[in-house]
């Protein structure tokens, strides 16, 4: 367990290495707080999947209404990216319906707690008393942060006004007219910051409990705060580093994390995709005879799966991702591999160990290969571009504005010789070089994702190289040699931490978050890169705990 | 000349917050019933990832052409069309994003793209659009007297980026699809079921309820910035929007405005896509008929969709963007992406029989329709968005010459299909977009 002696000393570190250094943390009452830039904080709208465990929270709804919900605008690989999350008519309408089928849905149970106004037959004392109650703890939960007199008033005419919208009394129109219409607040479709309202001369302020309670939720859980961080932001209790920590690591251990956790992995990695768009594709079932696009769901759950166990229950290190010699299938996925794995059953997924001179982690997973594949033959440039983009965060260079025309398919030859072209003809070489030689790597790996021997009788060269990368330069053979050197890869461990700091912050890293990022860097590598440590030390930088008030921050010139 | 309008946005600013507050809007008439002028209608249909471009365009002069083998299938209204040579999407070889991000957000913009993170083949290279789209254009000047100033429908559009949206309000404010053909049959016929009291009630209740939460988002947004600010913005206005729709009276079937039967059909199955683009269009055309919208987008699937086309034929193997970039030499895979073309098509053609078969005034609602089928792309395998494969259908009552094979001399830009399209549609602005590549009408088309 971490101390506080060793965050400080982590903390010195940090400011040793930035010219504005100052006493982190260190509140000297003559300067006031002396907090760094924690960079933009933009209002950030639920994604459908936030939608539908808010709900699950709030009413105990499982119907996951928000699947019906225009799909989240995507940006930088993520869903949850606040620069690109707009607002439709149409998408404004969805939530419209949503709000009224769910108030129709739960307003009767909620009518039930209400006997003032369940047997009243007009807004009388005892049912004004009782519904304004309500409102005030209903808004509290919907809007995740106590609610305001004049707030409770103003949903309280809503009430009143929904009573008598058929002429008489009706107190469970009333109620739904509220549930509706508080389901559609931006204090519920977005998550709205406005601090504690004690900025710092620099224009910089802390969160407010509430908010920060559901800073920490949204991030480990995708979902509102539980009762125990509600009831830690009504005690102010979560301020310190120290508070932060124990929350997150209390989160940590909760099955939702790990739901929050896969989610991070599926959408860093496009695991969606091996369903999706895989389906679309398809196989060649001449090459394939046994290809059934059922296994496909199984391919994504089989490396969501493997993150999952890693992370959670064999608490891994980064590389262990890379070079694990073991994943988990259930029985379809065994006879899919031709592995021997029992106990797995149909539902039961089940750890199997593999030969570790063919398979590395998630790398050798078959979901991802064939997914970086053609019907009928292996794509090690697609391959090489996931690996290149996704994790080692580099972006090639755009191709030119008018391509020249592919190559035709010579399938007497192998898929290495195919590509040589790439190498030869110098308007492909400065793209291709970057993508081809990590991609050809993966060879002894089928279009289907499967380890094979040859290449239609012809032997597998399954040899490559790194280059442009900042630290793991040079030649390897094959998959478990390239995850080798990925696994220890400084680059691969930056770039993970850059990942989670996008999905973490629903925007993309910027200058200013340059002493963030190196908070958390020095976290995971004083935890010998352990994930859940990355994920702890989120919580602690000035990037999670401040924000920036508007017309009070001023970029320094 | 150029008009300058006041967005919904700036109309929104000058009002306050509460579309309420506006007189009670004329209740809704059909446009067969009609006096004077009957209404015209646009349609906008688009494909992805290129044609082929020498099975694209037909051989011969401007009326003397033959059709090609893509457009064979539109040889029954060969009299209807204006096949457009020689047009470049000029404006999307500037500004940010790859070719299929610039193709797709300039597809009905025409202006260059944002700065932003959308990742694309050139990396984080592209926001979204810079500016309103032509249809959007066209609905704040004609959408105002219907029910939905635009309707947007989609055909398993499954990109949530600058490659999947091609409508636009405005700079950065895509308009996305409904892809659901059941969904989008309730949300502007509304539900079949409900009684006339029923459907009275909501609209009651929707009033009090948004005149709300539209204060909530007002009073928020006044105490944001910059973004955040304009992002509540964008939001109150779509919340304007269906507060508008409140005031209008709902559809009133009768005439050759009729319910149609729309089955639960799983929208996302790419081998049901024939089923889900059919129930699409039948949905447009009866919006069209009842008068409910004067604009319409169909979009199917999005730039780089590499969806298998199974159900063209058992050898179709490849995903259509994988087809698309196939080499010219390669016959057997440029044959299979002639046939995916040739079946948009004969979509196309559907589309235009069905706009026949309703009766309007003397002649068929089709008469007062342009159709005007767009792409992000030239050609598939290289990229090209020079010499687009743009073809329009109907005359937008009688302002096109249609029947004709029309192949610019000079330099002609999409620019100047959109400035001929508003000024078909009655919107007199010499200019659409960049006006860098915006000089008057297309010559040569009425």
Known sequence: MKTTAARSVAWGAVASLLVAASSCGGEDPDEGISIGDPGPSPLRRLTRLEYNNAVFQIFGDTSQPALAFAPEETALGFNNQASALVVSPLLAEQFLTAAENLAVKHSPTILATLASCANATSLDGGCTTQSQAWIRSFGKEVFRRPMADDEVTEWFAVFSDGTALDGGFD????????????????????????????????????????????????????????????????????????????????????????????????????????????????????????????????????????????????????????????TIVNQPLAEFYGFDAPGATEEQFVRVELDPARYSGFLTQAGLLALYAKPNRTSPVHRGKFVRERLLCQIPPPPPDVVPEAPDVDISQTTRQQLEQHKTDPLCSSCHQMLDPLGLGFEHFDAMGRWRDDENGLPIDASGEF??????????????????????????????????????????????????????????????????????????THAFRYRRVPGQWEEEQ | MSIIRPTRRDMLRYLGTSALALPLVSSYRPAFADHGEPHKRIIFFYTPNGTVPHNFWPEGGETDFELSPILTPLEAHREDLLILGNVDMESAFSGPGDAHQKGTGQCLTATELLEGNFAGDAGESAGWAGGISIDQKIAQAVGQDTLFPSLELGVLVGKSDVSGRINYRG???????????????????????????????????????????????????????????????????????????????????????????????????????????????????????????????????????????????????????????????????????????????????????????????????????????????????????????????????????????????????HNQLFVSLQNAMGIPDDQFGNPAYSDGELPGLT
């Open chain 1, 171 to 326: 107190a469970l129109s009333g109620v739904e007219l509220v549930v509706a219409g508080m389901l559609q607040s931006p204090h519920f479709l977005y998550r709205v910051e406005f601090g504690r309202n004690e900025p710092n001369a620099e224009g910089i302020d802390e969160l407010s409990p509430h908010e920060m309670a559901t800073r920490l939720s949204f991030l480990f859980w995708n979902s509102p705060p539980d009762r125990i961080l509600i009831d830690a932001a009504d005690a102010d209790e979560l301020r310190t580093p120290e508070q932060l920590e124990q929350q997150a690591r209390r989160l940590l251990r909760a099955p939702r994390a790990r739901e929050a956790v896969r989610n991070f992995h599926r959408q860093w990695l496009e695991l969606e995709k091996v369903t999706e768009v895989l389906a679309g594709i398809g196989k060649d079932t001449e090459m394939f005879p046994d290809y059934d696009p059922d296994i496909l769901p199984l391919l994504q759950q089989e490396t969501e799966g493997f993150f999952e166990f890693a992370v959670f229950d064999a608490d891994a290190t980064l590389d262990t991702l890379f070079t694990a010699p073991f």
């Open chain 1, 467 to 540: 280059i442009a990368t900042t630290d793991i330069d040079g030649a390897f053979n094959g998959v478990v040699e390239f995850g080798a050197a990925m696994g220890g890869s400084q680059q691969v461990r930056d770039c993970v931490t850059t990942q989670w700091f996008r999905f973490a912050h629903g925007r993309g890293e910027t200058d200013a978050d340059d002493e963030s990022l190196a908070l958390v860097r020095e976290a995971f590598a004083r935890s010998e890169f352990r994930i859940q440590e990355l994920l702890v030390a989120l919580t602690q």
């Open chain 2, 171 to 413: 700079a950065g404010e895509p308009i996305p699809p409904e892809n659901d053909p059941a969904a989008a049959y309730t949300r502007i016929f509304g539900d079949p079921e409900a009684s006339s009291n029923e459907i009275e009630d909501q609209r009651v209740r929707r009033q009090r309820l948004l005149e709300q939460v539209s204060m909530d988002y007002q009073r928020l947004a006044d105490r944001m910035e910059d973004q955040d600010r304009e992002k509540l913005e964008i939001h109150i206005s779509s919340l304007a929007d269906i507060q508008g729709r409140l005031q209008r009276n709902g559809v009133e079937f009768g005439g050759e405005c009729q319910m149609i039967d729309i089955p639960e059909i799983d929208p996302t199955r790419v081998d049901l896509l024939p089923e889900i683009g059919q129930l699409q269009m039948d949905i447009m055309v009866m919006a069209m008929a009842c008068d409910l919208t004067r604009v319409g987008t169909l979009m199917w699937t999005h730039s780089v969709a590499d969806y298998v086309y199974g159900f063209l034929g058992e050898d179709l193997r490849e995903g259509h963007h994988s087809l698309a970039h196939k080499g010219d030499e390669d016959t057997p895979k440029v044959e299979q992406n002639t046939r995916v073309n040739i079946w948009f098509a004969e979509q196309f053609a559907y589309l235009i029989d069905r706009l026949k078969s309703i009766p309007e005034g003397d002649g068929t609602l089709f008469d007062n329709c342009v159709l005007v089928w767009v792409n992000e792309q030239a050609k598939g395998n290289n990229h090209d968005r020079r010499a687009m494969p743009y073809v329009t259908a109907g005359s937008a009552g009688g302002f096109f010459n249609t029947g004709r094979y029309v192949v610019q001399g000079s330099t002609a830009t």
